[in-house]
Nanobody, 121 residues
Framework: QVRLVESGGGLMQAGGSLRLSCAASGLIFSISDMGWYRQAPGKQRELVATITSGGSTNYADSVKGRFTISRDNAKNTVFLQMNSLKPEDTGVYYC???????????????WGEGTQVTVSS
């Protein structure tokens, strides 16, 4: 069984910074891709950033230059450093893991339950 748990959300003023973490637990040998998505009230979930096991990254245009995704492969953990936060960054942030190698094969995606980020103007 694979479980993802996010942490680090909260309330922040515009211009501030937050750092999100997401740890995957279970009998995991490796994870191919990990990423962050967000969902604002009344909107669909959207991609924020992804990172491969080799460190290649991809960002939504709206966060380029402000957010940085990173990961610790040994700890199956992904991070999202969010700087210069804007009110439009408000939403529930979810992490996901894809290509999760377990003893019985490769599976995914798996999702965390989300962490709330609120940016006030």
């Amino acid at each position: 069984q694979v479980r993802l748990v996010e942490s680090g959300g909260g309330l922040m003023q515009a211009g501030g910074s937050l750092r999100l973490s997401c740890a995957a637990s279970g009998l995991i040998f490796s994870i191919s891709d990990m990423g962050w998505y967000r969902q604002a009230p009344g909107k669909q979930r959207e991609l924020v950033a992804t990172i491969t096991s080799g460190g290649s990254t991809n960002y939504a245009d709206s966060v380029k230059g402000r957010f940085t995704i990173s990961r610790d492969n040994a700890k199956n953990t992904v991070f999202l450093q969010m700087n210069s936060l804007k009110p439009e960054d408000t939403g529930v942030y979810y992490c996901d893991a894809e290509g999760v190698l377990l003893r019985c094969g490769k599976f995914g995606p798996y999702w965390g339950e989300g962490t709330q980020v609120t940016v006030s103007s």
